[in-house]
């Protein structure tokens, strides 16, 4: 019976190393609960196609774009594009998530989030992975990243005051999504 109060030593020890470990990690969760609680609840936009009446036979074939409109951007996007229902997460506060048309699993991704162009784990990411995005400055605080990897990546970040919009174009079959990127940003607003 000698070696119960030595037992009784080494679990208290153990229950004091395990609480010294484990107090951290809960103080974290629980600032991390709290935080993501107290942010304000994501906008909802919505998708609308154009509908202009066309009374010109020359332009009966003109495609007739999308648009997007949201709480804090508005933008069109090429025909033929669904909306895929997608709800912010994280610091985005509003994402308009678009697959194309056909096979080809051609996708356009615009999010909105509170984040600045130097905080960004997107900026981050693609910085420390030169072998995969190439990166081109563009003027008015705003940054491009391509990527021919695994198909056609094309992603722009805008910054503006607290908040960046992020507008991603991906083709899976290495579609140059180029042209269509430039007519989002091209017609993007902010309100």
């Given at each position: 019976?000698?070696?119960?109060?030595?037992?009784?030593?080494?679990?208290?020890?153990?229950?004091i190393k395990i609480s010294a470990i484990l107090s951290p990690v809960f103080v974290v969760a629980g600032i991390l609960y709290?935080?993501?609680?107290?942010?304000?609840?994501?906008?909802?936009?919505?998708?609308?196609?154009?509908?202009?009446?066309?009374?010109d036979p020359a332009l009966a074939d003109v495609p007739k774009d999308g648009l997007f409109d949201g709480k804090y951007v508005s933008f069109s996007y090429p025909e033929g594009y669904t909306d895929l229902k997608q709800k912010p997460t994280g610091?985005?506060?509003?994402?308009?998530?678009?697959?194309?048309?056909?096979?080809a699993n051609k996708q356009i991704t615009v999010g909105v989030s509170k984040d600045s162009l130097k905080?960004?784990?997107?900026?981050?990411?693609?910085?420390?992975n030169k072998d995969i995005y190439k990166e081109e400055s563009?003027?008015?605080?705003?940054?491009?990243?391509?990527?021919?990897?695994?198909g056609y990546e094309r992603?722009?970040?805008?910054?503006?005051?607290?908040?960046?919009?992020?507008?991603?174009v991906l083709s899976p079959s290495g579609y140059d999504m180029k042209s269509i990127?430039?007519?989002?940003?091209g017609s993007l607003e902010w309100k």
């Open positions: 019976m000698r070696w119960l109060p030595k037992a009784r030593k080494h679990l208290t020890r153990r229950r709290f935080s993501l609680s107290a942010m304000n609840s994501p906008a909802v936009g919505s998708v609308k196609k154009i509908n202009i009446p066309n009374t610091t985005y506060v509003e994402i308009a998530s678009l697959g194309g048309p056909g096979k905080n960004s784990s997107g900026v981050i990411f693609r910085r420390q563009e003027p008015n605080n705003s940054l491009v990243f391509t990527s021919s990897k695994n992603i722009t970040f805008i910054a503006r005051g607290d908040l960046m919009a992020s507008v991603s990127s430039d007519q989002i940003i």
